[in-house]
């Protein structure tokens, strides 16, 4: 059965998860975080990209960011992928793929779950039960975003910074959406989509063309 084509669309922020080849662990030291970040930034710049949140588990990453050529998205987990490839093979004395074959994305054309979305990558710290507060897992975007450091990888998407007309009102009204908790269905609707590869918040895709993602 053809696998479903890959929703893409220019501008519209996109969701990836890149999973350890059969889930094992990618990151082992911190020095390992710290090189993928590095490279990650040098690919950013390369592909055309915007990153807005992100966070890095032990065996898989997430991405939310938007691009502004349809090949964006292959270029930046090419080269990242096989980057971080070569640097965990050589350092471990291993061979063999690090990575999933193919990542997974979904489109986040409703303005409704961008945030939402964004909130649910900076979270996964806390769900998977590494920390109780998501400012206190360094390998995600939330310092960032929550103005508690500069992050030099972000660049903040205009629904963001409709959050306040300054920002010390956006760092306030953003760190208040995390009071509020994501519900159990939309966490199972964000991974549905990126399952499924189609957008947060549409019905599942038949397998075949894409349509555009109208906004």
Same mark, same amino acid.
Not at 97 to 106: C, F, I, K, L, N
Not at 122 to 151: C, H, M, Q, T
Not at 179 to 206: D, F, Q, T, W
């Given at each position: 059965?053809?696998?479903?084509?890959? #929703?893409?669309? !220019? &501008?519209?922020?996109?969701h990836i998860i890149q999973r350890g080849n059969n889930r094992q662990t990618c990151f082992h030291r911190d020095?390992?975080?710290?090189?993928?970040?590095?490279?990650?930034?040098?690919?950013?710049?390369?592909?055309?990209?915007?990153?807005?949140?992100?966070? #890095?588990?032990?065996?898989?990453?997430?991405?939310?960011?938007?691009?502004?050529?349809?090949?964006?998205?292959?270029?930046?987990?090419?080269?990242?992928?096989?980057? /971080?490839?070569?640097?965990?093979?050589?350092?471990?004395?291993?061979?063999?793929?690090?990575?999933?074959? +193919? /990542?997974?994305?979904?489109?986040?054309?409703?303005?409704? /779950?961008?945030?939402?979305?964004?909130?649910?990558?900076?979270?996964?710290?806390?769900?998977?039960?590494?920390?109780?507060?998501? !400012?206190?897992?360094?390998?995600?975007?939330? @310092?960032?975003?929550?103005?508690?450091?500069?992050?030099?990888?972000?660049?903040? &998407?205009?629904?963001?910074? +409709? #959050?306040?007309?300054?920002?010390?009102?956006?760092?306030?009204? /953003? #760190?208040?959406?995390?009071?509020? @908790?994501?519900?159990?269905?939309?966490?199972?609707?964000?991974? +549905?989509?990126?399952?499924?590869?189609?957008?947060?918040?549409?019905?599942? @895709?038949?397998?075949?063309?894409?349509?555009?993602?109208?906004?």
């Open positions: 059965m053809p696998r479903c084509a890959r #929703l893409v669309q !220019e &501008h519209v922020p996109l020095e390992d975080y710290v090189a993928y970040l590095n490279w990650l930034g040098e690919y950013v710049q390369a592909s055309g990209c915007a990153v807005h949140a992100y966070v #890095l588990m032990t065996n898989h990453v997430h991405l939310l960011a938007s691009f502004n050529d349809v090949t964006g998205p292959a270029t930046l987990m090419k080269g990242i992928g096989q980057r /971080y490839g070569q640097y965990f093979n050589w350092w471990y004395e291993r061979s063999g793929t690090v990575w999933e074959g +193919r /990542y997974r994305s979904s489109p986040v054309g409703d303005e409704r /779950y961008f945030l939402t979305c964004q909130r649910y990558i900076e979270l996964n710290p806390v769900r998977a039960g590494i920390v109780s507060k998501p !400012e206190d897992y360094r390998w995600s975007s939330f @310092r960032g975003n929550a103005g508690i450091r500069k992050d030099a990888l972000l660049t903040m &998407h205009g629904l963001y910074e +409709r #959050l306040g007309t300054d920002e010390n009102d956006r760092r306030t009204a /953003y #760190l208040a959406l995390f009071n509020e @908790r994501l519900e159990p269905c939309v966490i199972e609707e964000i991974r +549905r989509a990126s399952r499924a590869n189609h957008a947060i918040g549409a019905p599942p @895709r038949k397998r075949g063309r894409p349509t555009k993602i109208q906004l």
